[in-house]
């Protein structure tokens, strides 16, 4: 676990969808002041109080990786099988910029013998990073409302096993 904090990040009060508010994903939610962060911080719902995105749990991304500067928030799913690169829709193509694809390119090769995914969302869409250095369009695979699993599940010896460094 990291000393992080959010500060003025805020990014997944954006991407991800609170379903106690019945926000949706990639809508900043109403309670959310820019640079100033959650509006209703002390009584926010528990789905928010429990989110922590990777960047915030693990110090080995530095602060390129921080949400509001990189353009995604990343966050496990699946248990911790998966690792969700959910782009803010307005830069669909934040994940390219150096040092991002490659090393998520490289999380996709190295976790794949272990059965690791690396996703990346852009709204409803879904593709799928390739050991080989490709990635499949898994296309459309979200309903028009999601929320989000808020969890800090991660793989077991969580953090410091995947992403691989
Ligand atoms: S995206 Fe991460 S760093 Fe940004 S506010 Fe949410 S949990 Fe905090
Ligand atoms: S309630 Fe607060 S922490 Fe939760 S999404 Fe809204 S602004 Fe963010």
Redesign the pocket.
Known sequence: MSD????A?????K??GVRELEKAPHVWCRYYKRDK?CGIYEVRPQGCAE???D??LDERLDDAW???RSGF?LHAGQGGRVINVELDPTQPTAWRRAPFEATLRGWAAAGAADGLEVLIWVGRRCWRLTPSGGEIDLGVVRPAVEFTSHSRLRRAGSGRDWPPT
């Open positions: 992080r904090e959010c500060g990040c805020g990014q997944c009060c991407l991800i962060g989110f922590a995105c960047w915030l921080r949400p509001d928030v």
